[in-house]
Nanobody, 113 residues
Framework: QVQLVESGGGLVQPGGSLRLSCAVS????????MAWYRQAPGKQRELVAS???????NYADLVKGRFTISRDNTRNTMYLQMNDLKPEDTGVYFC???????WGQGIQVTVSS
């Protein structure tokens, strides 16, 4: 079974940047659709961004222009570059293999001064 492992989270000040990585244990090129989700305390999990095998991307309105999703088929890794972070971006970020409806364990991102 393909496993997903997130890394790169942490504490950052407002206006700062982080890059999340999602390492895929199998061949990422075999996965058509991958995505990043986040869940803030007391809120439902929400879609942040998604990317197809052909590199077509989709973003939630709240992150458009600030976040960039990408995937590297040679490294079997998906990324989320997050710039101009805001306190409301705080939450646990999850990597998802949408083809299999499988999730990573999640990683904490905290934006605070």
């Amino acid at each position: 079974q393909v496993q997903l492992v997130e890394s790169g989270g942490g504490l950052v000040q407002p206006g700062g940047s982080l890059r999340l990585s999602c390492a895929v244990s199998g061949r990422i090129v075999d996965i058509y659709l991958m995505a990043w989700y986040r869940q803030a305390p007391g809120k439902q999990r929400e879609l942040v961004a998604s990317i197809t095998r052909g590199f077509t991307t989709n973003y939630a309105d709240l992150v458009k222009g600030r976040f960039t999703i990408s995937r590297d088929n040679t490294r079997n890794t998906m990324y989320l570059q997050m710039n101009d972070l805001k306190p409301e971006d705080t939450g646990v970020y999850f990597c998802k293999n949408d083809d299999r409806n499988s999730w990573g364990q999640g990683i904490q991102v905290t934006v605070s001064s």
